[in-house]
């Protein structure tokens, strides 16, 4: 063969092998990969949101988890200890830790290799016409198979470890929302007593009244006899006793139905609420401010730290996304024994071994992968807008109790005044009564006058009860995150 010829035999092939590797080149270019998609979202910093003058530093403290005993009254304390020892929506938030927790377990077992043994029978007719012949071929056997069997995905990208991430933060996330749904329910106990006391106020200041005006009543009994009055006037002050009555009478039935609110909120029946005694609250000291203000309060509030936790698992779920666009690669091997019948299952000549790398590399989807992460993207930026929601809405809160109890303060300075003048005015009305020189009408407006501002008093008295209760679950009721978020004027990386 001469070099022409040698040349000519030669050349058709060089083309073959240049086109298969533009075809692999171009293929590999053409793979899916994630070339602008992004984002720039980032959680916003407490810092961007002023509250200085709203929220001012005045030396105090942050409220400890036993907040309920600073009210004074034992039965209280015992009453949310009850709530959240049998509620059935905290045993459902537990319910969903050990569920976050049982994830948390499932993503750490993929990181690391998997064993398992295998063991199968099968009772088989092979054909004679294939490529076993006889005496397997036309015949019955009894196929025995065991075999132990390894795998290791060496997880180049990262992908499992950063659905562990996903995994753990979740859970975060997950306890951090069970502690709000405590709290939750331990100031929706407190709030619904505060009203149960404010109840048994009314209904004292409602029950005084009635002899009240009984005692106006005789006054103008005497006064019908002496012909001072007629029994016009002695009819209105019946009326007016039986409207008292009434009240006296719906006030009891408001506060059956609380009791009830409050069994409900124990997780008990109806029963459990007719054994509360009435309240015996104190007028907690008023709660001055943290200097940590605001800053810390993106660990005390287990509702931010939930949130911040869900921006960070979505951070990582959007990574897992990013590694299923890379190739991966699971090492896996086999060692066992295959024989027909029973007698040739463990002979050396029955083994088998298996052992090699499986390569994944997706090359073309449809977009799938694409608008998978874009998915993940779109999670990850609800999770920001949702953490940023509840941090503005925090420090609204904590805003709008301050200026609650401040101005209930206010008010109750000048309810007591009023209180104490129309106290003054009807014990002279009473006086000029006897002595004939104003009407009954003029008695009672002033004793109505009187009943209304001693209605006041005790109710912005259990409102500002009630309006602490809100600050405190405002501050976070005592809750410390577990982590070191250390979230404070922090702008989170985009994943």
Not at 3 to 17: G, I, Q
Not at 197 to 226: F, H, M, P, W
Not at 259 to 280: C, S
């Amino acid at each position: 063969m001469n070099a022409s010829t040698f040349h000519r035999s030669k050349s058709p092939r060089l083309p073959l092998r240049v086109m298969a590797v533009a075809l692999l080149a171009t293929a590999l270019s053409a793979c899916v990969n994630y070339r602008g998609i992004h984002s720039d979202s980032h959680p916003a910093a407490v810092s961007e949101y002023p509250s200085a003058v709203s929220i001012p530093t005045q030396g105090g403290v942050w409220p400890s988890m036993d907040w309920s005993e600073r009210f004074g009254d034992p039965q209280l304390t015992a009453l949310i200890n009850e709530a959240v020892a049998n509620s059935p929506t905290l045993a459902e938030a537990k319910a969903r830790v050990a569920k976050a927790s049982a994830y948390t377990e499932q993503a750490h077992a993929a990181i690391g290799p998997n064993a398992d043994v295998k063991y199968a029978f099968t009772h088989e007719h092979f054909s004679g016409n294939t490529y076993f012949p006889p005496p397997v071929g036309n015949s019955w056997q009894n196929e025995n198979s065991l075999m132990f069997g390894a795998s290791y995905d060496l997880d180049i990208w990262g992908k499992n470890h950063e659905a562990l991430r996903s995994a753990i933060s979740d859970r975060k996330a997950v306890e951090a929302e069970e502690q709000q749904a405590r709290l939750i329910l331990s100031t929706s106990v407190a709030h619904a007593y505060v009203h149960l006391a404010l109840l048994y106020a009314l209904r004292d200041i409602a029950q005084n009244e009635v002899v009240s005006r009984k005692s106006i009543g005789s006054l103008t009994q005497q006064r019908v006899q002496t012909g001072l009055d007629n029994e016009v006037e002695s009819r209105t002050v019946d009326v007016t006793i039986d409207a008292t009555r009434t009240d006296v009478s719906a006030l009891d039935g408001q506060i059956a139905t609380t009791r009830y609110q409050l069994a409900a909120l124990l997780g008990k029946g109806p029963d459990r609420g007719l054994q509360i005694t009435r309240p015996v609250l104190l007028d907690a000291p008023d709660d001055a401010l943290p200097n940590s203000l605001p800053a810390d309060l993106l660990s005390r509030r287990p509702d931010i730290v939930a949130a911040h936790w869900r921006i960070d698992a979505a951070g990582h779920d959007v990574k897992v996304a990013k590694a299923d666009f890379f190739p991966d690669i699971n090492l896996a091997a086999a060692f066992g024994y295959d024989a027909f019948g029973w007698g040739h299952l463990f002979n050396a000549s029955s083994r088998q071994v298996q052992a090699g790398p499986a390569i994944h590399l997706p090359l073309f989807d449809g977009g799938a992968l694409r608008a998978q992460l874009k998915d993940r993207y779109a999670d990850y930026g609800t999770a920001i807008d949702a953490y940023d929601q509840t941090l503005i809405s925090a420090l609204n809160d904590v805003a709008t109790q301050v200026a609650t109890i401040r101005a209930i303060e206010q008010q109750q300075t000048t309810a007591q005044s009023a209180y104490d003048a129309s106290r003054r005015a009807y014990d002279l009305e009473i006086v000029r009564y006897k002595a004939g020189l104003d009407p009954q009408l003029q008695v009672l407006s002033s004793d109505v006058a009187r009943l209304e501002q001693s209605q006041r008093v005790a109710t912005l008295r259990l409102q500002r009860l009630d309006a602490q209760i809100s600050l405190i679950q405002a501050l976070g009721g005592g809750y410390t995150a577990p982590d070191n978020i250390a979230m404070a004027d922090r702008v989170a990386k985009s994943p």
